[in-house]
């Protein structure tokens, strides 16, 4: 069974920095794209970073400059580092594993970021 089990979140100040880390099993992870997606409270989910399994990779506008996604296929695992962090980036971030051509998708159970004074 693919499971995708998300740690790293937490409780952070203004400007710190926290890394984000998605470990697959269950899956061939190097045939996957993988997503960082984020939902704040009363808002919608939104996409954060994307990385093909070429390594390309594509952020929000709202996190460009400031996070970086990446993968190591050796491990399963994809991360999402996050520095100069505001407190507009609070929510919970979920990973997604997907191929391209198949409509099905996996989804981890999302960590809690909280950015706050």
């Known amino acids: 069974q693919v499971q995708l089990v998300e740690s790293g979140g937490g409780s952070v100040q203004p400007g710190g920095s926290l890394r984000l880390s998605c470990a697959a099993s269950?899956?061939?992870?190097?045939?996957?794209?993988m997503d960082w997606y984020r939902q704040a409270p009363g808002k919608e989910r939104e996409l954060v970073a994307t990385i093909t399994r070429g390594g390309t990779t594509n952020y929000a506008d709202s996190v460009k400059g400031r996070f970086t996604i990446s993968r190591d296929n050796a491990k399963n695992t994809v991360y999402l580092q996050m520095n100069s962090l505001k407190p507009e980036d609070t929510a919970v971030y979920y990973c997604?594993?997907?191929?391209?051509?198949?409509?099905?998708?996996?989804w981890g159970q999302g960590t809690q970021v909280t950015v706050s004074s």
């Open positions: 997604k594993a997907y191929v391209a051509s198949t409509p099905t998708d996996y």
């Open positions: 269950g899956l061939m992870f190097s045939s996957f794209v």
